[in-house]
């Protein structure tokens, strides 16, 4: 079973501030170092590390050569990575004493997809095999549509939350992965019951994941004669920088689930992993490997 993550790459410019920065205000940073990032190789890069074949698919621009170098490095197949001329995708990241943090992403090449590269890269893929996306590419509607119409299951993680999804048919998603911010953007509640209720009204055969920070996860996965629900309590850690624990679930969640474990396993085994990433600064480096977490 493959998965195939068509997803961003980008330089993490990281910036270690006392508070979040003000409207009209100039605050001093304690320290900043550039970091690989992107919601795309943070997620293959943990599906890697938990035990996933993993192929990315995406576009590496100007100097983004370390990144397509990473994500070799750790086992991921980037015959679907191709180059393009725009500048490499990046973040503006500011983490607080708390570990939590705010960015600002610039696309560029993370844009640069077009039809052909798409349609040539899932023809490699078939049924049984996970498409895991995130809304930092471009050209999200078609990749939905290719994957489900080549019979794969398509997860998507709606992050950033924008006017875009509103083109992406969810009728056509095996999986939505959302954090509690999204799921109120998306079905207006923070409560994974009742957002649930609301998308399976809508899309029966929509599986659904909630991550909720330190109040942990739920999961409601549609199965032949029925839906199977699961709750995980969040593993008590003392958190250096939150960036990338979305992504490391993601990834040990997908991963899991591809390798045959039980919903609720699959569920407790990312949250292991997202409570490690968060005790570590940084993001992609943050992700822990299968034996630490197993």
Not at 206 to 214: D, R, W
Request: hydrophobic share 40%; glycine share 12%.
């Amino acid at each position: 079973m493959k998965v195939l993550n068509f997803g961003s790459l980008n330089l993490d410019y990281v910036y270690q501030v006392p508070r979040f920065v003000r409207p009209g205000e100039t605050l001093s940073a304690r320290s900043m170092a550039v970091n690989p990032g992107g919601k795309g190789l943070n997620q293959s890069i943990a599906l890697a590390r938990a035990g996933a074949q993993v192929y990315h698919g995406g576009r590496v621009g100007a100097g983004g050569g370390p990144l397509r170098q990473l994500l070799e490095e750790n086992g991921v197949d980037v015959q679907f990575l191709l180059p393009a001329p725009q500048p490499q995708g990046s973040a503006v990241i500011q983490v607080t004493p708390q570990g939590e943090n705010c960015i600002l992403l610039y696309g560029g090449s993370n844009q640069a997809l077009d039809e052909g590269q798409i349609r040539r890269a899932l023809s490699h893929f078939g049924p049984g095999d996970y498409l895991v996306l995130q809304n930092e590419v471009n050209l999200l509607p078609l990749l939905v549509e290719e994957g489900a119409r080549q019979g794969l299951t398509v997860v998507l993680n709606p992050s950033p939350y924008d006017e875009a999804l509103a083109q992406v048919d969810f009728g056509k998603l095996g999986w939505l992965l959302v954090n509690e911010v999204e799921a109120e953007q998306i079905a207006g509640s923070q409560d994974p019951e009742a957002v649930w209720s609301r998308l399976h009204q809508e899309y029966p055969r929509l599986s659904l994941a909630v991550t909720l920070g330190g109040q942990g996860s739920a999961a409601f996965q549609v199965r032949e004669g029925g839906v199977e629900a699961a709750r995980q309590r969040a593993v008590p850690v003392q958190p250096v920088d939150t960036t990338a624990a979305g992504d490391t679930f993601t990834g040990y969640f997908i991963a899991s689930l591809a390798q045959g474990l039980s919903l609720q396993d699959a569920m407790a085994r990312a949250s292991r992993a997202a409570a490690v990433s968060v005790t570590r600064p940084g993001a992609a480096e943050s992700i822990p490997r299968r034996d630490e977490v197993d």
